[in-house]
T-cell receptor
Framework: DGGITQSPKYLFRKEGQNVTLSCEQN?????MYWYRQDPGQGLRLIYY???????QKGDIAEGYSVSREKKESFPLTVTSAQKNPTAFYLC?????????????FGSGTQLSVL | AQSVSQHNHHVILSEAASLELGCNYS??????LFWYVQYPGQHLQLLLK??????LVKGIKGFEAEFIKSKFSFNLRKPSVQWSDTAEYFC???????????FGAGTRLAVHP
């Protein structure tokens, strides 16, 4: 089945540790996004990528890094510089085209700090 | 900068009550507007969207939303809610290059039988 797969579902990070969240899609979508969901704040855009080898910072990119070496994959690294990493992270992708038809969301990764 | 405001963070209704969730955005140009819903334990899914044309759009499950350009609003409505509508609702907007979808803070709706 086509879709977006995020892994792991739950992730724990120790202080000062970098962790990487995986996002893979087999929908042949060019654009991919990472959002962070906090209670009472909705979804906030961390990074997005329109094509392979290109990505742009979203509204809260500090403390995060991404790569887009393959069309199917858009991993997010939460670095030790991110002081408040506990949140629910959602990856999304968008079908090709000029307008923003519905985004396809993954099932999310809950990151917690030990 | 673009932003989306949802006025109610928590709404509690009884079944059969009418629902209206407010959404205002700040952007003066052409926008695309969306409402997403997240049921407990499930993915976000699209409820309805507005790109152009009739400002009253119909979505799934009896929801509708009205785009009022002069008020920068896109309020979500349902005449009669059901217990199964209990979920979190997010308003979102894109503009310009359509590459960034900006979400509101969300409204948690609880419907009591």
């Amino acid at each position: 089945d086509g879709g977006i797969t995020q892994s792991p579902k739950y992730l724990f990070r120790k202080e000062g540790q970098n962790v990487t969240l995986s996002c893979e899609q087999n929908l042949n979508h060019d654009a991919m996004y990472w959002y962070r969901q906090d209670p009472g704040q909705g979804l906030r855009l961390i990074y997005y990528s329109q094509i392979v080898n290109d990505f742009q910072k979203g509204d809260i990119a500090e403390g995060y890094s991404v790569s887009r070496e393959k069309k199917e994959s858009f991993p997010l690294t939460v670095t030790s510089a991110q002081k408040n990493p506990t949140a629910f992270y959602l990856c999304a992708s968008r079908p090709p085209g000029q307008t923003n038809e519905k985004l396809f969301f993954g099932s999310g990764t809950q990151l917690s700090v030990l | 900068a673009q932003s989306v405001s949802q006025h109610n963070h928590h709404v509690i209704l009884s079944e059969a009550a009418s629902l209206e969730l407010g959404c205002n955005y700040s952007y003066g140009g052409t926008v695309n507007l969306f409402w997403y819903v997240q049921y407990p334990g499930q993915h976000l899914q699209l409820l309805l969207k507005y790109f152009s044309g009739d400002p009253l759009v119909k979505g799934i499950k009896g929801f509708e939303a009205e785009f009022i350009k002069s008020k920068f609003s896109f309020n979500l409505r349902k005449p009669s809610v059901q217990w199964s509508d209990t979920a979190e609702y997010f308003c979102a907007v894109t503009s310009g290059g359509y590459n960034k979808l900006i979400f509101g803070a969300g409204t948690r709706l609880a419907v009591h039988p």
